[in-house]
């Protein structure tokens, strides 16, 4: 390939490396294609597993890697308009076994399905005072014992049962009337 034509993965790689990439994607395709793109890269042959084992090295580098995906992926773009042609043929042949597996293909191509998402996100705040009461009913709702009610609210437990119970803390007297034929 021409510098000016390399994508980015490409272009990080050294010569001998693009090399290798561009005959991974000629030639015959099968077992072997990893240790021929090797020899014919250019790089030091030796005895079959060698190879073998240099070219796996290489396969396994993530530059060569993301090489690999971004020539593929131009590879299938060039390619588009020939696979679009076979699928039409495909589509429009009515002795074929797969002209509607063709025209659902083609329609998906043309028009792809799409889908909706709808998230709602409530954000509340609460003071500690409310997460406190809502985790003490929640542990009473549950059974808890009073020991671990103390353990987990401290000096807080009597107010949260104080509201929890609407009891209202207060000391009461009893007045005699001021006037007793009254009763007021």
Known sequence: MKEATLGPAMGALLPRQRSFVDHLF?????????????????????????????????????????????????????????????????????????????????????????????????????SNAEQDLIDYRAMRALGVAREKLIEMFGDALPRLERVEGNVVDAEFVEVEPADPDRGW
Do not use: C, W
């Open 26 to 126: 000629i030639g015959p395709q099968g077992p072997g294609r990893y240790s021929r793109a090797y020899r014919q890269a250019g790089y030091a042959s030796g005895n079959a597993e060698a190879v073998a084992a240099s070219a796996s090295r290489l396969m396994a580098d993530p530059g060569i890697q993301a090489a690999i995906s971004e020539v593929a992926r131009k590879t299938a773009v060039g390619m588009a308009p020939e696979a679009l042609d076979i699928l039409k043929q495909i589509m429009r042949d009515p002795q074929n076994k797969d002209q509607f597996k063709a025209a659902k293909m083609f329609q998906e191509a043309a028009a792809p399905p799409e889908s909706t998402q709808k998230i709602e996100v409530t954000h509340r705040t609460v």
